[in-house]
């Protein structure tokens, strides 16, 4: 069936809960697994009278780069532990569901598999939906996990 699954994180508790779910499903079927993290490519911001310059930038970035080997180094810990064979991505993407797509592309994966926050509402408005962006733009399964 699957044998390559690609597990995208954003370390929260339910990411967590899906990539040990995507792992298991990995087990089961002797697939391996590559876990993405998305550096969200920061623009610069203007304010009234202060502007963020480069060298703030980009330690926002090595905070966000170091912040995503933690969580995707969990999710190598748990395949490890499961035996399931693994590799990471931390990358730089305009939005973090181009980069899961073009991860998934460039990984050569044939699903996604991913967890819903669920939000409802105003904060889905406000905050978007990822995995809805991934379901609607991908053009491999994804399989959501809740």
Do not use: W
């Not at 699957?2 to 990539?19: C, E, M, Q, R, W």
């Not at 079927?29 to 490519?41: H, S």
């Not at 999710?75 to 991505?89: D, E, L, N, Q, R």
């Not at 598999?113 to 990822?130: C, E, K, N, P, Y």
């Amino acid at each position: 069936m699957f044998k390559h699954i690609l597990i995208p994180t954003d370390g929260s508790p339910v990411a967590n809960k899906a990539a040990k779910a995507g792992i298991a499903l990995a087990r089961r079927l002797g697939a391996k697994v590559t876990a993405y993290f998305a550096i969200e490519d920061l623009q610069p911001i203007y304010v009234e009278g202060y502007a963020f310059n480069q060298k703030e930038l980009d330690g926002f970035e090595e905070g966000a780069r170091k912040a995503g080997q933690k969580h995707v180094d969990a999710i190598g810990k748990m395949a490890k532990t499961a035996g399931v064979p693994f590799a990471s991505v931390v990358a730089k993407a305009l939005t973090p569901y181009e980069g899961i797509i073009a991860a998934a592309k460039k990984r050569k994966c044939d699903v996604i598999f991913m967890a819903s926050h669920g939000r409802r509402g105003i904060s889905r408005l406000i905050m978007g939906s990822v995995t809805q962006k991934v379901l609607s733009h991908a053009k491999i399964p994804v399989v959501v996990y809740r």
